[in-house]
DNA sequence: ACCTCGCTGTCAATGC
DNA sequence: GCATTGACAGCGAGGT
């Protein structure tokens, strides 16, 4: 029987775990599905006043290279600073 | 100037609504990165425990088509129903 | 027997046919498989030569982008001329 | 001026190959780019002549994996010859 | 030897 | 409904 095979290869204890894991993971995936949901909804409530879509994706995926190329500047900026012993 | 032609094109109530949408999705698209991090904090956690993280994200794979399978089915089960107007 | 349902299944013509797409997907395959070698060779020749790899690589995928740039720039551009009889 | 930057850094023999370099990565990315265009076609002609392709890249796979399986078998085969003195 | 990161291949969503 | 495009997970290579 597989049970048993399982009861030999771990112990209670790490099965215990193990499933604990596994509802834990599940629990966090599903959330992460919801807040995807969440973010097409406002999609469709924007394409439904007549927004463009397209154009909405783009600005959303602008403003995050923006922000990523800002960060990068700082690091650039901070690595600058601590060589300078300015930090 | 950019500003003046945005002011032509989008009345001011239009141009809130989107400054509030591109703000929402932003912001979800935080919220799920977070969700997504903390799934893989979950995995590392568990590989720090000598779990094989290769088989654990096969076991979480396996789970969800089961679950996708038992929804599809029972899908099909409703439309049989509805069919036979025992719903 | 499997081959009798295969047999049954498709026309002797169809499955000389698939077996031709088969083959010929995995000889393309093979050959991407070692043109991807040869990239791989390169980088470790220029490594060995002291250059760093990882800078190379940045400079390969700019290059790339501006490509990428120049070229939506080309089709806006003839998008623009074509609107205006140019072409 | 970066041009000076760069000829203060790199003998000119240096910056020639890397120009050869850079050069020969992209050649070999475009021909890698342009296997993997022939391979979509042979796809996309499967699908028109009414394959599945789903099921197409399945057994693709499956032989792939198959033919590793083989050669990490013959590879143990070979190893256990060699330490037998048998090749 | 591990870990991080880039790449590839897959899947779903959108527009035509 | 299909074809294109973008997001995601899985894999492999490279660095530490």
């Known amino acids: 029987m ?3 095979a399982a ?4 112990t209670q204890a790490a099965r ?6 596994v ?3 599940e629990k966090l995936e599903e959330e992460k599905a919801e807040v ?4 097409k909804a406002v ?3 924007a394409k439904a006043m007549g927004y ?4 909405l994706r783009n600005v959303i995926k602008l403003r ?3 922000r990523r190329e800002r960060e990068e500047a700082d690091a650039i900026l901070d690595t600058y600073l601590l060589a300078l012993g300015e930090i």
């Open 36 to 39: 995807g949901d969440h973010i």
């Open 43 to 45: 999609y469709a409530e």
């Open 7 to 10: 009861a030999a290869a771990l």
């Open 23 to 25: 509802m834990s993971i």
């Open 64 to 66: 995050k290279m923006d």
């Open 2 to 4: 597989d049970a048993d």
């Open 52 to 55: 463009d879509t397209k154009a």
């Open 16 to 21: 215990d775990k193990l499933k604990q894991t």
